[in-house]
C-alpha cells in the first residue's frame, strides 16, 4: 500500500490532473450555419457558370442514379433558400426587419432573368442579416463567397486565374472571424484546405494540375467545405483509426519539445534534480540493502525542498492538461484538413488520406456531365 506521498502517487496526481484541464468544446451555433447555407445556395442561383458544373450540385443525393437536370438543381436550391428564409424568419423579424420576397425568383427560376433576380436577393440579404447580427451577415458572405470559389465560372476559365488571392482573402478572413461560432474543428480544417489549393494552384504543382478533373474535385471540395462550416458534417467523422494514429505520433514529438524547452528555460531546477538524483545513487549504491529507507528518504530531500511525488505528478499532469487539449485538437485539425483536402498529397511520403473522396469526387462531377 502507498504511503501518503510515495512515488506511486505520482502518475495518480499526474491523470487527475489532466483529466480536470480537458474540456469538452462547445456546439456550433445553429443561426451561423443556417446563415452559412442561405449563402451558399443563393449564389449558386445567381452563378454565371452551369448550375449542373457548380459546386452546390455536387452532392451524392442529387446525383441518385439518374443523369443530374439543371431543373432539378434549381428547384433544390430555391427550396434551401426558402427553408433557410423560414428559419431566420423570427430573428430578423426580432430586429424590425423583413426579408425579401421571393416571389420573382420562384416565378424567373427556369428562365434567362433567374441569375439577375436572384442577384437582386442576394445583395438584399446580405444588407438585412449584416443589420441584425454580424456574425449572420460574416457567415452568409462567407456562404456566398465560398460556393463561386469553388464553381467554375465559364468553359474557359483556369484555375490560376480562379484561386486569385483576391477571391481566397474574404473567405479565409470571414472563416476567421466566425472560428468561435463554428463547429469544433471546422474553421481551421477549412482555413487550412483553402490555403493548400491555393498553394497548390499558384505554385503550378502537379497535383492541381489544370485539367477538368481538378474542377471537378474543387467543386466536391466546395460542398465538403460548406458541409462542415454549417454542421451537417463533423470533422472528427472524417477520420479513419489510422489518422489518429498519426495525429497522436506527431502530438507525442511536440510534447517531448515542448518539455525540452521548458526545462532549458528553468536550469536551476533541473540541476536542483540532477543532483538530487546523483545523491540517491550513491545512496543507493552505499546502501543497497535498504530500500524502504532510501524510497524514504528521498521523499524527505524532496519534501525539503518544496517538491513532493504528488506534487510533481499534479504540477505536470496540470500542465501536460492546460497543453492537452489546444495541441491535440491541433493535431486534430491537421489530421482532418488532410482528410478533405482532395487534392494528392505534395510530399509522396506522406499518406493519401483523401484519395478514396476523391474517386467519389470525380464519379460524382462524371454523373453531371
Not at 487527475?16 to 451558399?40: F, Q, S, Y
Not at 428547384?75 to 430586429?95: G, I, N
Not at 490560376?160 to 474574404?170: F, G, I
Request: charged share 25%; hydrophobic share 50%; glycine share 8%.
Amino acid at each position: 500500500m502507498p504511503t501518503p506521498d510515495a512515488p506511486g502517487e505520482f502518475p495518480t496526481a499526474f491523470v487527475d490532473a489532466v483529466a480536470h484541464a480537458v474540456k469538452r468544446a462547445d456546439a456550433p451555433e445553429v443561426d451561423v450555419a443556417v446563415a452559412i447555407g442561405l449563402g451558399w445556395y443563393l449564389a449558386a442561383l445567381s452563378h454565371p457558370g452551369d448550375v449542373i458544373q457548380c459546386a452546390a450540385a455536387a452532392r451524392g443525393d442529387l446525383a441518385g442514379l439518374a443523369a443530374v437536370e439543371e431543373g432539378q438543381v434549381l428547384d433544390y436550391c430555391e427550396s434551401q433558400v426558402e427553408v433557410a428564409f423560414t428559419r431566420l424568419k423570427a430573428l430578423v423579424a426580432k430586429a424590425g426587419l423583413e426579408l425579401p420576397s421571393l416571389d420573382a425568383l420562384k416565378e424567373r427560376l427556369k428562365d434567362a432573368e433567374r441569375r439577375s433576380e436572384a442577384g437582386h436577393v442576394e445583395n438584399r440579404v446580405a444588407a438585412v442579416l449584416g443589420a441584425v447580427d454580424f456574425k449572420l451577415g460574416k457567415a452568409y458572405g462567407a456562404g456566398r463567397a465560398l460556393l463561386n470559389l469553388t464553381s467554375r465560372p465559364a468553359p474557359g476559365a483556369t484555375l490560376a486565374s480562379h484561386l486569385t488571392e483576391a477571391r481566397v482573402a474574404p473567405v479565409v478572413a470571414a472563416i476567421d472571424d466566425l472560428s468561435s461560432a463554428l463547429a469544433p474543428h471546422a474553421g481551421h480544417s477549412v482555413r487550412a484546405s483553402i490555403h493548400e489549393w491555393r498553394t497548390s494552384v499558384t505554385g503550378g504543382s502537379v497535383v492541381a494540375a489544370e485539367h477538368d478533373e481538378t474542377w471537378l474535385a474543387l467543386a466536391r471540395q466546395g460542398e465538403l467545405w460548406r458541409a462542415l462550416l454549417a454542421g451537417e458534417k463533423s470533422g472528427l467523422d472524417m477520420l479513419e483509426i489510422e489518422d489518429y494514429v498519426d495525429a497522436a505520433e506527431r502530438l507525442s514529438k511536440r510534447m517531448r519539445t515542448v518539455v525540452l524547452r521548458a526545462v532549458t528555460k528553468f536550469p536551476e531546477v533541473v540541476i536542483l534534480v540532477v543532483g538530487l538524483l546523483a545523491v540517491g545513487i550513491v545512496v543507493l549504491v552505499a546502501f543497497r540493502d535498504s530500500a524502504a529507507a532510501i524510497v524514504a528518504g528521498a521523499g524527505t530531500i524532496l519534501a525539503s525542498v518544496g517538491l513532493t511525488w504528488r506534487g510533481a505528478g499534479r504540477s505536470l499532469g496540470g500542465l501536460a492538461g492546460k497543453l492537452e487539449q489546444p495541441l491535440w485538437g491541433a493535431e486534430l485539425d491537421v489530421a482532418i484538413t488532410e482528410a478533405i483536402t482532395l487534392l494528392e498529397r505534395e510530399d509522396p511520403k506522406r499518406r493519401d488520406t483523401a484519395a478514396a473522396r476523391r474517386k467519389v469526387a470525380l464519379a460524382l462531377g462524371r454523373a453531371r456531365e
